[in-house]
């Protein structure tokens, strides 16, 4: 089976000591210390997702945002 590419958006924001990022394609969010982290954590949290998500999870998800 062929991958295919997606490209997401990843959205910063500093809260008081902690940096949320957002990627609101798939409605996931997470945080860290810095803005590195936080990124990181973020692509761990949308992996994770479309590893474990159903395909019609993916589609709906990605359907609010088109």
Do not use: H
Request: include cysteine; charge should be negative.
């Amino acid at each position: 089976m062929r991958e295919k590419s997606l490209q997401l958006t990843a959205v910063i924001e500093r809260e008081d000591n902690w940096y949320v990022a957002t990627c609101p394609e798939v409605d996931i969010v997470s945080q860290g210390k810095t803005i590195e982290s936080a990124c990181s954590n973020l692509l761990e949290a949308v992996e994770a997702f479309f590893e474990a998500a159903s395909p019609s999870e993916v589609r709906r998800r990605l359907k609010k945002v088109n």
